[in-house]
């Protein structure tokens, strides 16, 4: 937010209504210039109706962290609260004693074993042995959805601290023992505890809507704040006196609702202005009047507006109230607007397995778990990425010519229509409410001319623009759906045999497109002969674009991803790990959790680069191949939010610096890396709409969310 004049002057507004106007904060303001010497200016230029300058924006923002929305310690299970507006949470005793009484209840969820992430965020006790967190934070050591397939990733684990208090020791963690619940819909999960020692009872969950409560109806979150680069970094070291993670209490007001973007989906959210970071994530936000719990706080942006889920929206749904979840009343039950969401989780096919008895390590990347398992790394993001690991690996030996001209002729042919007029390809105006357009290419030169003079080969459900010289997709353009109705719209057999056709064990054999000339396609058999040298690449993932309002249009645009225009090569064990699954991760899903649709717009390619290294393999006819494979790949994706659309840039590498180009050894690790677009850009030659450019998330806190949450590292600063 810091930079934003407007933004800035609103929020003042907004934490004027909630203090008896804006003559009472241009007082705190002046009676802090007198005390410590910072400018009540940006104040009183809001209270003017005018934007705050920006040499004020800072020390603007400190009069709100410090004398407004602060923040205090809490140590040995009380507080002090010195600030003027605040001074009666400590010298009314009906206040005081109704904070105290709560504190006990909330800790901070643990991730044993995690050397990268110190801690998930917050939880508080809703009922016997029952713990309440956001979801967000649960998919960091669990996955599946509802009440029926979730379990803990294999390797992964959490407990609970009651205490981490500013100077105290650490306090005792309790072990998280299963999970209750991963609500499908709103961003909570229920865990449990083997047994929740005495003194930390179950909070009440209101039953009042805290949307429906007045603005400036006063309200305290307590949670664990962690640091948040995106916002200034002097500003919060003062707030928090340069100390995260530990135990605070912060008071504020409900600021009415909003809808804001949440797994796929805009939802009704309890809006509130607690000074709230990342770790907060999964603290209660209490009614400072009755000490219930009025919402879930789950996300929000600093200094504007925070959300959480609306306790009463709980009380709605039956499935929490017979988890034993306690609510303040009798919890209504009966009809909500998520049942469809309850049903598509009980009819998930998303099986969940213990954790494995070989499990010798757990570590994780950002949000995403990872666990060393019988010489394999797993990610889990909550679906499961698995790369070989340890050793580096030596392909076996090359079989005789005439194995492989067996397995050659043993392949198989997917189901594909070949009648490509039904063919409409990407479109921009997939997510509705939003245009998203194709990419182009800067140089318009590079790209290969279709035989009907076009440069964009057009399939179901995505478009590719081939390299004519590398004989690769310069870029592909996908529209991706995870729509239950679009996914299996009839009760067709939607596996692996009803979709291609093939059985078991057959081996899928990629064909040309006809619409272009082969001299700018690689042909499959330059896969299939190269001595197992390169898997076949999906740039377009199968699985994204498989999609339709009948099983012909699903089956369709399956059978047009296996086109050699869709393949890139890569070296062995790249595209795919033993079981199969793609090294990119879902990074699709993690997008998800912030976006207001279920529908993406994915942009991907390889990085053709001139000093990539050229390999001699197959061609047609036993003629020799000529190609430059590529190390990098890239990919975009666009999620509609509140706001319009936010787009996120990722950089996939293969490093091959120490592959001997005669044993093809395999390296060791495969992990995205979130890019500015106009790198992205930059490095590929593939020029991006303005607005595509301009909704870049790579700065912003939605964008670091992401890429914590999908184990994403970030793009190391230029030198």
Not at 102 to 116: A, D
Not at 352 to 359: F, L, Q, R
Not at 476 to 491: D, F, M, Q, W
Request: hydrophobic share 35%.
């Amino acid at each position: 937010m810091a930079g934003n004049p407007e933004r800035l002057k609103q929020y003042i507004e907004m934490l004027a209504r909630a203090h008896g106007g804006m003559d009472h904060l241009v007082d705190v303001a002046r009676e802090k210039q007198q005390r410590d010497g910072p400018s009540a200016a940006g104040i009183e230029s809001a209270a003017l109706g005018r934007e705050v300058p920006p040499e004020h924006f800072n020390v603007t923002e400190a009069i709100i962290d410090e004398e407004i929305r602060p923040a205090f310690d809490i140590v040995d299970g009380t507080f002090d609260a010195p600030h003027r507006l605040w001074t009666k949470l400590k010298s009314e005793d009906a206040l005081r004693e109704r904070i105290e009484a709560v504190i006990p209840s909330v800790g901070r969820i643990e991730l044993p074993g995690n050397r990268r992430i110190p801690y998930g965020g917050t939880g508080f006790v809703v009922g016997r042995n029952l713990l309440m967190t956001n979801r967000h934070v649960a998919e960091l050591f669990a996955r599946g959805l509802g009440d029926r397939r979730v379990t803990f990733i294999s390797g992964a684990g959490s407990a609970i601290n009651f205490t981490r208090e500013n100077g105290k020791p650490p306090g005792q963690d309790l072990r998280v023992s299963g999970i209750r619940m991963i609500h499908p819909y709103w961003d909570m999960a229920i865990l449990e505890l083997e047994q929740l020692p005495e003194g930390h009872f179950p909070l009440k969950l209101s039953l009042l809507d805290a949307r429906e409560l007045p603005e400036g109806h006063e309200i305290f979150v307590i949670g664990y704040p962690a640091f948040d680069p995106r916002n200034p970094s002097d500003v919060q070291n003062t707030l928090f006196d340069s100390r995260y993670g530990t135990k605070r209490l912060q008071p504020g007001a409900l600021q009415g609702r909003g809808a804001t973007a949440s797994f796929g989906k805009l939802v009704d959210a309890a809006a509130h202005d607690c000074s709230t970071l990342g770790g907060n994530s999964g603290s209660a936000v209490f009614d400072l009047s009755t000490g219930d719990v009025l919402a879930l706080h789950f996300g929000g942006l600093y200094h504007e507006k925070n959300f959480g889920v609306p306790a009463s929206e709980l009380s709605r749904d039956g499935r929490v109230i017979s988890a034993g979840v306690s609510f303040a009343g009798q919890p209504s039950g009966g009809q909500n607007g998520w049942a469809d969401w309850w049903r598509q989780a009980d009819e998930s096919e998303t099986a969940t397995a213990p954790p494995s008895d070989h499990a010798t390590s757990a570590v994780t990347s950002s949000h995403a778990s990872v666990s060393l398992v019988d010489n394999s790394v797993t990610f889990e993001i909550p679906l499961r990425v698995t790369v070989s690991l340890g050793a580096v690996r030596h392909v076996a030996p090359v079989a005789p010519a005439t194995v492989l001209d067996s397995v050659t002729e043993a392949l198989k042919e997917p189901i594909h229509d070949t009648d490509y007029s039904t063919r409409r390809g990407y479109s921009a105006n997939f997510i509705r409410g939003v245009s998203v357009p194709m990419p182009s290419a800067e140089d318009a030169e590079v790209l290969a001319p279709t035989k009907s003079g076009d440069t964009v080969l057009h399939y179901q459900n995505f478009s590719i623009s081939m390299h004519a010289k590398r004989r690769l997709a310069l870029f592909t353009a996908s529209n991706v759906t995870g729509e239950r109705a679009l996914r299996k719209p009839t009760n067709d057999n939607y596996t692996r045999k009803g979709l291609s056709g093939l059985d078991k064990n057959d081996i899928e054999k990629w064909f040309l497109d006809d619409r272009i000339d082969p001299k700018y396609q690689l042909p499959d058999v330059f896969f299939t002969k190269d001595r197992k040298a390169f898997d076949k690449g999906h740039i377009v993932r199968r699985d994204d674009v498989a999609w339709g309002r009948t099983f012909e249009e699903v089956q369709r645009a399956n059978g047009d991803s296996y086109h050699v225009t869709n393949c890139s090569p890569q070296v062995a064990d790249f595209n795919q790990s033993s079981k199969g699954e793609d090294n990119w991760g879902d990074l699709e899903n993690h997008v998800l959790k912030s976006a207001g649709s279920e529908r993406l717009c994915v942009f991907a390619g390889p990085i053709l680069k001139e000093t990539d290294d050229i390999f001699v393999g197959k061609g047609d006819a036993n003629t020799r191949l000529r190609a430059r494979i590529p190390v990098r790949f890239w990919k975009v994706i666009v999620a509609k939010v509140e706001e319009g659309i936010a787009a996120y840039g990722f950089i996939l590498e293969q490093d091959l610096s120490d592959v001997a180009w005669e044993e093809f050894v395999v390296p060791e690790e495969y992990l995205p890396t979130m890019y500015p677009l106009s790198e992205i850009s930059e490095e590929t030659g593939v020029a991006f709409d303005p607005d595509i450019m301009a909704a870049d998330q790579y700065d912003t806190l939605r964008g670091r969310e992401v890429s914590r949450s999908a184990g994403a590292r970030r793009r190391k600063n230029r030198s």
